[in-house]
């Protein structure tokens, strides 16, 4: 039996602020001591723990590209579109707001010296990539990313190993990603972090934070492009 949408939407939340605490916290607590490939790790296993504990409820989407996506590919309707957007990025804010919480109580300098995990460009990035190349740069992971749910929850061979296969693709694009912009394709995940570091007086990724709304997006647009043009072929 279907989930009810407000179970639905729970749902969503619960996963968007697992995602998010314990991959943003993962680069701002412990980011010197991981590694890229550690954080990379810590949102991919995000995603393979969410979706064996929430798949069943929501389709274990957190993230507004993945619900776009699939919208697009006619997998989710208008109304719980909407729903499942408001869910995501209430999760993702609670999470920020309960990592800096966590920060702040613990010895290691506050928030504005560790930061969120937050996303960024320009002096913000790592190697001090532009905003047109962040742009870009997320456009390309996200549609990655939301190929990988497309085409691994489209054929029921594969669908009982969706979150395995999309949680080593998050984690596949991070490795690229993080020294680049820190590695959205999630929204939900870089708007919480972003508002946070903007109530603590750093504004610099709050004011930034378009592009990894508007970016995951078009890459999400991109992904379904791809992924109908791949069935019309395979339908001749």
């Known amino acids: 039996m279907e989930a009810s949408p407000l179970k639905k939407y729970a749902a969503e939340a619960f996963g968007t602020f697992v995602l998010t605490l314990f991959g943003c916290g993962s680069a701002a607590i412990a980011g010197a001591t991981l590694g890229t490939l550690g954080i990379a790790m810590a949102f991919g296993l995000s995603i393979v723990a969410m979706a064996f504990v929430i798949g069943n409820v929501s389709g274990c989407h957190i993230n507004p590209a993945v619900s776009f996506g699939l919208f697009l590919d006619k997998r989710l309707d208008g109304k719980d579109l909407i729903g499942y957007w408001i869910a995501q990025f209430i999760g993702g804010i609670v999470a920020a707001a309960v990592l800096m919480l966590i920060i702040n109580?613990?010895?290691l300098g506050?928030?504005?010296e560790t930061g969120l995990g937050c996303d960024g460009y320009d002096a913000a990035s790592a190697v001090g990539l532009s905003m047109a190349g962040a742009f870009i740069v997320e456009v390309i992971l996200t549609c990655i990313f939301v190929l990988s749910?497309?085409?691994?929850?489209?054929?029921?061979?594969?669908?009982?190993?969706?979150?395995i296969i999309i949680g080593l693709t998050l984690a596949f694009v991070h490795i690229m990603g993080i020294p680049l912009t820190g590695t959205s394709v999630n929204p939900a995940?870089?708007?919480?972090?972003?508002?946070?570091?903007?109530?603590?007086?750093?504004m610099t990724a709050l004011s930034q934070v378009w592009v990894f709304i508007v970016a995951p997006l078009v890459g999400a647009a991109c992904a379904a492009g791809i992924w109908m043009a791949f069935k019309k072929r395979e339908s001749r």
Do not use: H, Q, Y
């Open 105 to 107: 109580m613990s010895d």
């Open 110 to 112: 506050g928030v504005l």
């Open 149 to 163: 749910v497309l085409g691994s929850t489209a054929d029921e061979k594969t669908a009982p190993f969706a979150g």
């Open 189 to 202: 995940r870089s708007f919480g972090p972003a508002l946070m570091m903007a109530a603590n007086g750093d």
